[in-house]
């Protein structure tokens, strides 16, 4: 099941959620006021991919770019 990140709109609290995808969309209680007025928010995931040198890179390619270690320095 994915972690799926919420807000509330009553007291502005930000807190996450264990959810089926089909529950996803649907409102969740706030955690900290009870409220039922809850929003999903759109998560950013980290990945973990092997950088040109054969070690990790930092940079995830699920971000839309190269690896950090395939740049040269100053950007080009």
Known sequence: MPIY??????????FEALRPMAQADSPTPCPQC???ETMRLLS??????KGADGGACE????????????IAPGGG
């Open 5 to 14: 990140e919420y807000k509330c709109k009553t007291c502005d609290t930000q």
């Open 34 to 36: 009870d409220g039922e």
């Open 44 to 49: 950013v995931f980290a990945a973990s991919a």
């Open 59 to 70: 940079t995830s390619m699920a971000w839309g770019g190269p690896c950090c270690r395939t």
